[in-house]
């Protein structure tokens, strides 16, 4: 059966995110027509309690995103959240709750960078947001299959910015999709037996 995107994408744009300080901001080195086009990327380890996964960031392609994200990084924020929203066929999402489904802080928001040629391919990372565009922060999630109804320009002219993707672990992710999910108060498609991030490191 074909995955209704539409239906999906309105459970997913119902994800409460806790709201914060507007995004600080970052200054990247400046490129002058003379120097080569140079790939910057970010290797991160993500240990979680269903095995490790490794992700490398396009910082080239998404800077203001991989900033924000990083930074999150280095305040141990992803230290001991869960993936709280797992919806098979669609996505993992993690970086918001604890194992008590409290919501942490997350005051570093940034703008909106779907328009970078990223694609929601299965085995990318992007930025969970609410309805609004630019309200991403701490959260984001996994596509587990090809999500072409999240690119820019969909669903709602601004899609959902894609920043990394997975370079191994895609057996963990797809052990992690297919967990028992049930509610969890007014939230749902929540993991029964909680799969926890226990740490993210960057590697490289």
């Known amino acids: 059966m074909k995955t209704d995107l539409k239906k999906l994408f309105g459970l997913f744009a119902a994800i409460f995110l806790l709201t914060g300080c ?40 998404a ?7 990083l930074k999150y990084v280095e305040r141990g924020h992803y230290t001991n959240v869960i993936f709280h929203r797992v919806i098979d066929n669609f996505m993992i999402q993690g970086g918001g709750f604890t194992a008590d489904m409290k919501e942490k802080r997350a005051p570093y928001k940034v ?23 630019h309200s991403g922060g701490a959260q984001f999630f996994i596509n587990v299959v090809d999500n072409a109804g999240l690119d820019y320009p969909n669903p709602d002219g601004w899609g959902y910015c ?13 052990s992690i999709k297919g967990v028992a999910t049930g ?22």
């Open 111 to 133: 703008e909106n960078e779907a328009n970078n040629g990223l694609k929601n391919l299965r085995g990318t990372i992007a930025m969970a947001r609410t309805p609004d565009p």
């Open 162 to 174: 894609v920043f990394g993707k997975v370079v191994s672990g895609m057996n963990v992710v797809d």
């Open 22 to 61: 507007g995004a600080e901001k970052e200054t990247l080195p400046v490129k002058t027509e003379s120097e080569p086009v140079k790939e910057i990327k970010t290797r991160i380890l993500m240990k979680t309690t269903k095995g490790d996964i490794n992700l490398e960031l396009d910082a080239e392609k």
């Open 183 to 204: 509610n969890a108060g007014h939230y749902s498609d929540v993991p029964r037996e909680p799969v926890i991030i226990t740490e993210v490191t960057v590697i490289k």
């Open 63 to 69: 800077p203001k995103t991989v900033a924000n994200f």
